[in-house]
C-alpha cells in the first residue's frame, strides 16, 4: 500500500497514492456523488450540502480502517458507514445512494491518476528541458558512438542528450493522449446497471463527472478494465524510458570510460576509503524504480481477465499494484531528472577516447573520403589494409594512411586529416538535434493550474 | 522464432512475423531505400532498378540463413551479402548504401506491424460484430450478475455483450491512435547519423518513408525503443481484453451454471466417455494465449533500458518477443471471435439461475419498491427479515414477503410481484447498450483496402 | 519498503520486513562481526563488547535514516556512522572492520529470509493441518469432479482436499530444502578479497557465520545473486501453489455450486443490501497477493545479471522486490489459511449437484460396469445411446438404462443402481488420501524453537 | 511450439522439446502404460506388444495433429486415435486404457524435461571447466574490481572467474536435486481417481513409473502443477546466472576496458566497415535468451492456480511455455558456454586499466599499511591528503605519497611501492578459488550414460 522508500520513489507521489490519500479521494467521490444526486433531483440539497460538509471534515483512524476493509473485503464498507454516522439521522442514509463500493474505490483511483499523470509529466518536462540544454550546449561536442559497447562511429553528446530528449517529449505526448481515454468516472451500483437510481443513472454519471472534471464513459467499467491496463502499460514504457536514460549514464560514469558523472552532492555517492569512486547513485536507483515499475505491468494486465461483473483478486491486486507503479515510475523520472540536472560531462575524455583504438573509428569515414578518387571497393580495401598495419604495428590509422603511397595519391595530408577528424564527420546529428529541440518545443504547457 | 502451435496463434499472424517474412520484409526495405537513393540522386537510377529487382526476385535458404546470422550478429549481414552477390558488379555496391543492420531489421520490424495491427483490428471488429449482434438479441434476457462470483443482481445478457464490445471498440480506437505514433522508419546508419550519406540523411530517409507508406521520425530511434515499448503493451492490453471475454465464456459454460455454451463442431471440445461434457475449448486457448502474450510485455519494456547507440541483448530479445506477442494476442483475439460466433445462449436457464438463491436477488429491488411507502431504512430492515425468514424456512422471498403483514399493506400482491421480477430492475441497462452500439458504429471503416 | 496493507499480505511478515526491522538484522551483523573479530584477535575484546552492547541499544530516526540512505547509496553508511558515534572514541574506528556494506545489508537480508521461513512454513503446516482435517472427514463426501470446469467424473471432496495437502506438504519440504543452500553469510569487502582483513577473511567468516546460526558459503556472492533468485522462485511457487486452493474456492463458493464457503466473522464479506450474497473474501485476497507475489519473481531474475563485482539496478532492486514478495507470499498462504479453517463444506450440495447432468456423469461407470457382459465397444455404444435419449427426452440416464432392454438384460435394476451411484467409481481416492496424510505426517517438526 | 531460431535457443534442446519430439514421447507413455498394464495383468500380454510395437513404429503428420488438436483441445485426442487404429480390431480397444488425455501430456512431458535437465546440466558443465581453467591460469591476473562500475580495488581475473564457476557448480546441485521431486510420472484418469482401472490405480502407476524409470507421486497431480513451478523457476535461476557471465563479458569487451573480448570466427562479430570493432555476439545473444527465458517464468506460475480437476488456460499455457523455457534457458547456457571457451584475456590491459584513476585504487591498501605505524585514522586521513594532492596536481598517488613527509617517515620507498602494488592486496582471493575449484570437482559426474 505504501511504497514509501524514498530511494524507489517519489515522496510526492508516494503521497499522492497513500491509503489516506485514497480514502480522502473515496470521500471526495462521495461528496460529489452527493451534489450530483441533489442537481438531478435525487436526494435534498441540504442533505447533499451536509455529506459534502462531512466529507471534508472527516476524521479517521487509517490504519484500524484498513484492518477492517481487510475483512469487509473493501474500505468503502467502513468508510461508508463511517461517513453514514458522521453525517447522522434521516441525512445519513443518503450517503453512498445508488452506488457500489467499486463505484468509490474506482472514481478514487482515477482522480489518483489524475493527479499522477501530472506528476509524471512534470518530472519528463524537467527532464526534457535539461536534455534540451544539453543538446544545444554539446552540439559540437564529438565522442564516440558505441554499438554494442563497442566504439562504432563519432556522434555528437548533443545527440545523444536529443535523443533523451525525443524520450521525454514523447512520453509527455502520450501521457497527454491517455488523459482523454482513461480519466472517466465510475458509476454502475451493485451490478453495474445503476438499478437503484432507476432511469436516472447516466443524468447522474453526468453530472457526477461534471462535479468531478472527469469524463463520463459511455457504460460502466468494472470488470472490464482495459483503460486500466492503458495505464499500467504507459508508465511501463515511461519507466523504461527513462531506465534508457539511466542506462547510458553509469556506463558513461564508467572509470574506464569517465565521460560523464553525477554531480556531487553532500552525503551522496562517494567513499571515504575509495576517493577514486563516484558512483553513479541516481541512475542506479532509477535502474532498480524502472525494474520494479515494469515488473507490476503484467500483474495490472493479467489481471485484465475478470470475471463476470466484478473480479476475485485481479480487481483487488490493482490496489496494491497501482500504487507501487505510480510510486516507482514516478522515483525513476525524478532520479533520471536529479542525475541529468547535476550531470558533468567531460569533453576532453570523450575526444581522448575517440582515439583508443588507434582512429579505427575514423575508418570508414577515410574510405568514404577516398571513394570519389578510387572507387568504393578500393577504398574499404586499402583502408582495412591500413587499418591491419595500424593493429600489427601497434600504431594508428593515420600514421600508416599517410604511409600508404596509393591513399597519398588520392588525398593530401590536410585531407587525411580532414577524413579523419570526428568533427567533420557527424552526418545530420545537427539537423535531428534542432528536430527533437523543435518537437519539445511544441508541447503546449499544461492547460491549467493544478491543485 | 515461429510461435506456429495453432492452438495459441493466429496462422495468418504466424506467416506475417515468419522467419521468411521477415527476410522478405527486409528486402522490401532495401528495394525501397535503392529507389529513395535514386530519387534523391545518390545512387544511379538503374542500379536501383536493379535492385529492385534482384530484391523481388530473391530466393534463399531460410534456415541457413539465420544459422548464419546466429553467428553474425544480425540476419542483415548475409542477406546483404546474398542480395550484393545477387545484384553483382558494379551495380552490387550500392545495395544498402548508408544503412546498418538495424535500419532494415526495424523497418521491416514497422512494416509487419503495420500488417499486424490490420489482422487485429479485423480480429477485434469480428469480435465487436458478434457482440453487438448478442447485445441487441438479448436487451431483455434476463440474466443473474456476479460479483466476487456470487449472484448479486438481475442483469441483461445483452448488457453483458455490450460490455464485452465495448472492449472491443475501445482495442481498435487504440490501435488505431498507437499507427500515427510508431509506424515510422528507421534509418540512422552505423551510429545514428547517417554520416556515410553525407547531408542528404534526412531527405533520404523522407524519401525512404513515403516509398513504404510510412512516417519520417524526428530523429533515428535505434536505442529508444518506447515506440517498440507501447506496441507491446497496447498488443498486452489487448490479450488481457478478449482474456475478460473468454473467461466469461468459461464461467457461463459451466455445467452448473450453464447459461452458454461454445458451439460444437465436429471433433470439438467433446468426450467420448463423458458425453455430458460441452469443453469450452475456444475460450481456453485464448485463456492460454493471453497468458503468453502478456508475459511477452515485461520482456520488451524490460529491454527499454538499452546500452548507448545500439544494445547489446535488450534489442535482439525483441527480436524472438514480438513476433511472438503478436503471435498469442491473434490466438487470443482469433480464438474469441471464433468461440463467440458459435456461442449458444440458453435464456431459460439464465432465467433459472435468478431463482437459484430463493428469489433473494431481488431484495435490494423489493426494498426500493418499499422505501417511498416506508421510509428506505424500515424498508431495508423488513426485507432483511424477509429473506431470513426464507432461508431458515427452506422457502423464498416472495413467499415470505407475501406472508409478511406490513409489506402486504404497502404493496399489492401484483406489486410484490412486479417488485420481484427480475427484468423491472435493469436499471440504465438499455441505455448502455445503445451507447455501446452507437460507438462501435461509429468507428470508421479501415481507411484502405490492404495488400 | 513497506508492504502493510493488511489485506494483502501478513502483518508478522510485515514486521519481519519492515525498514526498521532490516536496520535492527544490520546492526546484529555488526555486533556479530565485532565478536567474530575479536574471536579471531583482530579487534580488542572489550571493543566488540562495546560494539556489541552499542547495536543492542542503538535508538535511531528510520525515516530520517531512510532519506539519507536514499542519497548515500545504501543505508550502511549513515547506520555505520551512526553506531561509530556511539561507539565513539577509540573503539569507534573498529565498528565495521573490514566489512563493506553490502556485507552488512546481504547478512541482514539473509537473517530475515530466515525468520520469513519459519513465517511461511508455521503458514503452510496450519494450510495442512486443515487440509488433513478436511481429507479424513470428507473421505466418503461425493462431489463432481470437474475438467475444464464441466463435470466430469464424481471424485471425494476428501480427495481434492487431499491433493491440497500435497501442495502444503511439498512446498514445507520446498523451503527446507531451501534453507541448507541460501541460508550463508556474506562477507566480501569492499571487492569480495576481504583484503582489508589480509590473510584472516575466512576465518572471520566462519566465525561470523557461526556466530549467527548461519552458514559460510565457499566465496562471497555480492553480485552472484543465484541463491536470492532461487529464493524469490520458491517464494513464487509458494504463491501459485495457495493460489491455487483459493481458485478452487472461489469457484465451490459460486451462488450456482455452493458446495463450500468460506466461514461468516462480523463484518467479513456480507452485504446488507445483496443478502444472498457470501462473498470469499478470504480467497480473493489471497489470489490478489499471489499475483502480486509472481509479479515479483521475474523482477528478481531478472536482476540476477548483475555487472562485475556489484551491480548498479539489479542489486537495488531486490531491496524492494523481496520484502514485498516475502509480504505478498505469507499474505497469500495466511488468508487461505484462514478461508480453510472455516470452510463450510456442503456435502448435501455436492451431491445434488452430481444428478444436475441427468446422471450422465456416471456414463463411463455405467459402460464399465456393462463390458463385462456385453465388449467394451458395444457397452460404450449402448451408454452412448441412453445419454442421447436421456438429452432429447428430458428425462436422466438412470431412467433411460432401466429402459433399455439390452442394459436390462446384462444388469439387473440393483446393478443399474449401484453401476450409477458415483459413491461406487471412486478409484483408487482412498489410497491417495492416505497417502497425502501420511506424508504430511512424516514431516519432521522444525529442528529447533524459533527466536 | 518451436523456439527455432538458432541466435536465441540451443538446436539439441530445440529437437527435445519440437512439436513432433512430444508426439513421440505421448507415445512412449502409451507403450509404457500397456506393458504396465499387462504386467498389472489388465490387459492381455499380446496385446500390449501389439500397442507397445505400433507405438514405435507410428507414422503422422506433425502439423496436421496439431491443426486437429487446435480444435479438439488436446493433441491425445487425434493421436489416441490414429494409434488406436494403426493397432486395430479388439486390441486397439485397449489403447489407452484407464489414462486421460492429460496424463499422457504430463507424463512426456516430464520425459521431455528430463532430457533437457541432461543438455542443461552438460552446458553448465562445461561453463564451469571453462571456468575452473580461467580461474586457475588467472590467479594471479591482477584487475580492477568494480562495483556500480566504478573501480572499487584489485581483484584476480582468476577470482571472477571462480565466482562464475561457483554459479556453474551450484547450478548443476540445483539441477540434480530437482531431479528427485519432479520427474515422477502422471496417471489419473478422467478426473484424477483412475477410476476405470478399480483398484488397480496405484498398482498400474508404480509399474508404469519403473517402465519409463520415473518415480511414481503420491497422487495424481493434474492441477496442483508446483512441480513444473519449480522446474520453470530453477530453469529462470540458470538463465540468470549465465546472463551474469555474460553481462561480465560484454562488459570486459567494451573498446574502453578492453579487457576480454570473445575469440574470433568466420562471419563472427567483425564489420567490414568498422574494424575497430569486436561485437560480443554470443553473450550478447545469451544476453537475449536469458530474458526471455525469465519473462516465461511468472506465465508458469502464475498458471499454477489451476481450476479444480483440470484447468481451462493455466494448464495449456504450459505447452508453449515450457518448450520456449527449455530452449531460451538452453540457448543463453551455450552461448555463454561458446563465449567462455574462446575468451581472449587481455592482462596487459587489465594492469594498465588499474592505472587509469591514478592508482587511487590502492588507497585503501596503503592506508592499511600506514595504520600500523599512524594509528588508521591518521592513516587514512593522510591518505585521503595525498589523494587530493594527486587529483589537483593531475599526477599519481604513487607521486604524492612519495611527496608526503609523514607517509616517507612511516614506510620507505619500497614498502610505499609494495603498499601500492596491486597483487600485493587481494586478500583471500587464492583461498577463494580454491574452494570454488573444490566444489565444483566435488561434483559427481552423471549417475548413467544416458540414451
Known amino acids: 500500500m505504501e511504497p514509501v522508500d524514498p530511494a524507489f520513489t517519489a515522496p510526492a507521489m508516494a503521497a499522492l497514492f497513500s491509503g489516506e490519500a485514497r480514502l480522502r479521494r473515496m470521500l471526495e467521490f462521495e461528496a460529489a456523488l452527493a451534489r450530483a444526486e441533489a442537481r438531478a433531483g435525487i436526494i435534498p ?9 462531512a466529507c471534508r471534515a472527516a476524521r479517521f483512524d487509517v490504519a484500524a480502517l484498513y484492518r477492517e476493509a481487510a475483512v469487509a473485503g473493501t474500505p468503502t464498507i467502513p468508510l461508508v458507514r463511517l461517513l453514514t454516522a458522521t453525517v447522522g439521522g434521516d441525512a445519513g ?8 463500493s467499486q463505484d468509490a474505490l474506482d472514481t478514487a483511483l482515477v482522480l489518483q491518476m489524475r493527479a499522477g499523470f501530472d506528476l509524471l509529466e512534470d518530472g519528463l518536462f524537467a527532464i526534457g528541458a535539461t536534455c534540451a540544454a544539453l543538446s544545444e550546449r554539446h552540439r559540437r561536442t564529438v565522442m564516440p558512438g558505441r554499438t554494442l559497447l563497442q566504439q562504432a562511429l563519432p556522434i555528437a553528446f548533443g545527440l545523444k542528450a536529443a535523443r ?8 509527455m505526448e502520450r501521457l497527454r493522449a491517455l488523459r482523454g481515454r482513461v480519466l472517466v468516472v465510475q458509476l454502475g451500483g451493485a ?48 519507466a523504461g524510458s527513462v531506465g534508457k536514460i539511466a542506462t547510458d549514464i553509469v556506463l ?9 558523472t553525477e554531480g556531487v552532492a553532500p552525503g551522496k555517492g562517494g567513499s571515504s576509503t575509495l576517493p577514486q569512486k563516484r558512483n553513479p547513485i541516481d541512475a542506479t536507483f532509477a535502474l532498480a524504480a524502472a525494474r520494479l515499475a515494469i515488473g507490476l505491468v503484467p500483474v495490472v494486465l493479467g489481471a485484465l481477465a475478470q470475471e463476470h461483473e466484478r473480479a476475485a483478486g485481479g480487481w483487488q491486486a490493482e490496489w496494491a499494484a497501482l500504487p507501487a507503479l505510480f510510486g516507482h515510475t514516478a522515483g525513476a523520472v525524478a532520479r533520471v531528472g536529479v542525475a541529468l540536472a547535476g550531470l558533468e560531462v567531460d569533453a576532453a575524455r570523450m575526444s581522448a577516447n575517440l582515439d583508443l583504438a588507434g582512429g579505427m573509428i575514423m575508418a570508414e569515414a577515410l574510405a568514404t573520403a577516398l571513394a570519389p578518387h578510387l572507387g568504393r571497393p578500393e577504398a574499404q580495401r586499402l583502408v ?16 600508416t594512411a599517410l604511409d600508404d603511397e596509393t591513399i597519398r595519391a588520392a588525398l ?3 585531407g587525411i586529416a580532414r ?14 538535434i534542432d528536430r527533437a529541440l523543435a518537437a519539445f518545443r511544441a508541447l503546449q504547457p499544461s492547460p491549467a493550474p493544478r491543485p
Open 45 to 53: 440539497a441540504d442533505v447533499a450540502a451536509a455529506i459534502d460538509a
Open 191 to 238: 451490478a453495474g446497471t445503476l438499478a437503484a437510481l432507476g432511469a436516472d443513472g447516466p443524468r447522474v454519471t453526468e453530472l457526477l463527472a461534471e462535479e468531478l472534471g472527469l469524463a463520463a464513459p459511455d457504460l460502466p467499467w468494472h470488470a472490464e478494465r482495459d483503460r486500466v491496463g492503458e495505464v499500467a502499460a504507459a508508465l511501463g514504457v515511461a
Open 384 to 399: 582495412a589494409t591500413a587499418c591491419e598495419r595500424a593493429v600489427s604495428s601497434g600504431t594508428d590509422l593515420h600514421r
Open 93 to 100: 442514509r443518503f450517503v453512498h445512494r445508488g452506488a457500489t
Open 164 to 171: 533523451w530528449l525525443g524520450l521525454a517529449t514523447r512520453g
Open 252 to 260: 558513461l560514469a564508467q572509470t574506464e570510460v569517465g565521460e560523464a
Open 419 to 432: 577524413a579523419l577528424d570526428p568533427a567533420s564527420y557527424l552526418g545530420s546529428a545537427d539537423t535531428y
Open 412 to 414: 593530401s595530408p590536410e
